[in-house]
């Protein structure tokens, strides 16, 4: 007699809690406290099974530097102005640094106390040689922070769409992953989220000629921004100028909340509230350019020009643009979320519509379905009785593996049913291992309990390194593997894991039952 | 039920023939690798970035009225593949130096402009970036070059060096004869055929595994069989003796990889087409090629 219980209540438990673990995923109206019970884990569909985008965004943050070190130049040239040590064509913008003449260079207190501003007030900026230009590390933590802070200001956007289980992560040097299952309306779902939303306030020019600008002749300091308005009815953009002084008057940054309100025409309009520096600011601009106009600019688009009628110091403020519903809630969920720090770029835009993803999942289960059905099949064909048993342990592998696959919270992608249906088949090898044994030792004349025994004994060192070579190179795929290929790489190495238990113990204790049933003089194999 | 009953095959004998056969092959892969590097070779666009759109017509369409529309509107360089049984139409273009974001808008006006009275849903798009593409075959060199470090390390530890470098030659000869098989067929390779190579290397190992712990047991187990033999008739009875067990596992393993190729869907056809061919080669060259080169190896250690 050979003790059963324990293996056989085991194998009971285990297949108990998949079950248990699987019918959230599968079954959509499963009762709360039974969800809770297995802490909410559910298996979900990747995007290629019901449709959605997956996109690589490439943070142009060479961009962002240029912009700053921009800004910088624009304060340091103010600088030696108002302390009369030099003038400003003294200082020539070079995108990637700032160039000094020689004649400010030979200027040594000029010199020293450019050192010293640049000490105290801009500490990332250095004076090497002829050229003020970025300290490499002030340089790379700027970068870094513009990567970060882009994931940061998209997973709040994402979060606006309300999905379930979308995946934002950094990769590389400046490359953001953007994951978004579901996603009903993709064109807008990606325009907002790569949207910069960079607010800005300048003012009009309204002292240059804007005609003498349009033909080349554009004022220094000065720039043609455009206000692009859409006809619904005629389906046709048109673009208006604007002659707007460069100087950023305030920026996105100090806006404190921002939503969608109506105006006294009913038409839809971003409110915008400040925080305590941006209203104090915002009247202070308010004040002194009284009568001019402030053009509100975002990311290199005037949105509207308003004649500032008088101070404005409550704080508060809106946005009209003749905005369509939508477009007035994309903008101020883009204004609430903040400005992203440096513009981005799609590099890879994948977008499965629902459709495709319904026929996937039909092909996929059909697929695996069948092909369940021919390995049965044939390993009854071929192994009779004991057939059957590896049967068993094929359908407590899928069983296992679904299991597995919902309390992790695994994601399910086409390649990843290609690992199940795989399993399926690569499954019975470690039993037709062991029967192949059993028979030969048959053969010899051996007794059916001894063969038995003797038959998984002797497979267990080959079922165990065939399935560690095969666990290395699963490992190495989902190391070095990217969305769909890392779904494939879990299946295949948890089938590898779970297949081993099924094998060695699953099918043996069927055996044991069976010899200690009765005396067994001959084995249906 | 046995198909195979105590065989008394000589393989070993047979490896003029398949050393000229797997030679064929492996050069052949090594002409589809040139033409990788060239880049005149069939790659996917998840390597060469470029777009691939699927279009769902909504009448019957065919393929010389798209391709009508799009090459007076100057998209000379488009593949158009019409999904059999459906109106679907997937469009394919190789990284264009301009801008794939416009590129793709332009496509889909073009199109619905000329078919407003078939108008297109589409079903699924990708663009991608060439610099992606770059990332990803320098990922999957890595992928599968430390997979073979890592094998030879296993190998070696568990059984003998011998053994460890047998196996991984015989791992580079079957990724190079399916490339080899890729190449004669002229199919394309996609980030998912590149999965199920490096799914057919860990299957391959695994068959490698169990023939080579045969021979082991074989040669430690000082029995009458392999007391007056030499090593080659050792390893011709260990691979007689596991005959049936490959014979079965690549079976069953076939079964669901043609449920996979008819049944799978157009997604996955590549891929299936890939583990299809890579399952019989990893099996063959478990005893036709692998073995052999472990005796070979061997004698040159000995004598």
Redesign the interface.
Known sequence: MKPVKTRVILIAVFIFISFFSIIPSIYPNTPGWWKAVIGNAEMHLGL?LQGGVYL?E?VEVDKAVKEKLYKDYSDIKSFIKTKNIGKGKDLTFKDEYIALSGNLLKNKPAVSSLKNYLKNHHISLQLSGDIINFKPSALALYKKEAVGGAVEVMRNRIDQFGLVAPKIARQ?KDLIVVEMPGVKNVKQAIKLIGKTARLTFKLVDDKHNLMDALNGKVPKGDEILYHITYNKYTHKTAKRPYLIQKAVLMDGAAISSANVQMNRYNQPVVGVSLNSAGAKQFGNITTKYTGERLAIILDNNVISAPVIEEPILGGNASISGRFTMAQANNLAIALRSGALPAPVK????????P??GA??IH??I???I???I??IG??I????LSGLIADFALIENVLFLMAALSLFGATLT??GI?GI??T???S??SN??IF?RI??ELREGKPVVIAVENGYN?AF??IL??????L???A??F????G??KG?AVT?SLGIMINLFTSLVGTKVIFDMISNKKELNKLSI | ??FIKNTHYNFIAKRKYSFVLSSILVIFGIIEIITMIAGTAKIGIDFTGGLSM?L?FKHKISISSVRKILIPAGFKDVKLVKIKGKNDIIIQTKAAAKDL?AYTAEIKQVIKKSFEKNPP?????????P??GK??SR??V??II??II??IL??TW?FEFRFGLAAAIGLAHDVLALLGVIFIFQKEIT??VI?AV??V???S???K??VF??IR?NLKTETEKSKHIDLKGLVNISIN??L??TV??S???????L??F????I??HG??FT?LFGVLIGTYSSIFIASPIMVILNEKHYK
């Open positions: 290629d690589v490439k590389g799609i590099i890879q835009n994948n977008t499965v519509g459709t495709l026929d996937s092909d996929g059909l697929a695996a069948v092909g369940t021919l390995v044939f390993m064909f071929y192994y009779k086409l390649p290609a249906i795989l399926i088949g690569m019975v090898d037709v291992l192949e028979r030969e002797k060192f080959t390194d065939s399935h560690v070579t095969a290395i190179t699963a190495v795929l190391y070095f593997g990217s769909p290929v494939f295949l | 039920m046995e699927e769902a974001n849903k589409v079903v699924s798009s990708e663009m991608i970036g610099s992606v990332k990803l990922d999957a890595i992928a430390i997979s890592a094998i296993y190998i568990r980030l998912l999965t490096l799914t290397a860990g299957y190992l695994t068959d595994v169990v712990d045969r047991e003796e596991v049936t067990r079965v596992t079976l069953t393993v076939i079964l669901v990889v449920s996979l008819f049944l799978g869907g997604v996955l891929f299936a583990l």
